[in-house]
Nanobody, 114 residues
Framework: QVQLVESGGGLVQAGGSLRLSCAAS????????IGWYRQAPGSQRELVAD???????NYADSVKGRFTISRDNAKNMVYLQMNSLKPEDTAVYYC????????WGQGTQVTVSS
């Protein structure tokens, strides 16, 4: 079973940037489509960006042009570069496979102040 550890969150002012990292164990990582998800209080978890094993990327409309997802298969890592952050980006961010899911990690909190 793949284990996921997210890091890099924090408190930032609107317009600022953060880079999230996700470390994954397991041999299936490099062949799996991976996504970054977020969940704000009182909201459902949503997929904001994903990247295929061949490095094709997709983004939710709400983050397109501001977020960039990347991966390093040699290191079993996935990253999310977040620029021009907005208060509505405040959430706990998780990485995971794009269905079927692995076990969820603890996530990393991103808080954007106005």
């Amino acid at each position: 079973q793949v284990q996921l550890v997210e890091s890099g969150g924090g408190l930032v002012q609107a317009g600022g940037s953060l880079r999230l990292s996700c470390a994954a164990s397991g041999s299936t990582f490099s062949t799996t489509r991976i996504g970054w998800y977020r969940q704000a209080p009182g909201s459902q978890r949503e997929l904001v960006a994903d990247i295929t094993s061949r490095y094709s990327t997709n983004y939710a409309d709400s983050v397109k042009g501001r977020f960039t997802i990347s991966r390093d298969n040699a290191k079993n890592m996935v990253y999310l570069q977040m620029n021009s952050l907005k208060p509505e980006d405040t959430a706990v961010y998780y990485c995971n496979a794009v269905y079927p899911y692995w076990s969820w990690g603890q996530g990393t909190q991103v808080t954007v102040s106005s």
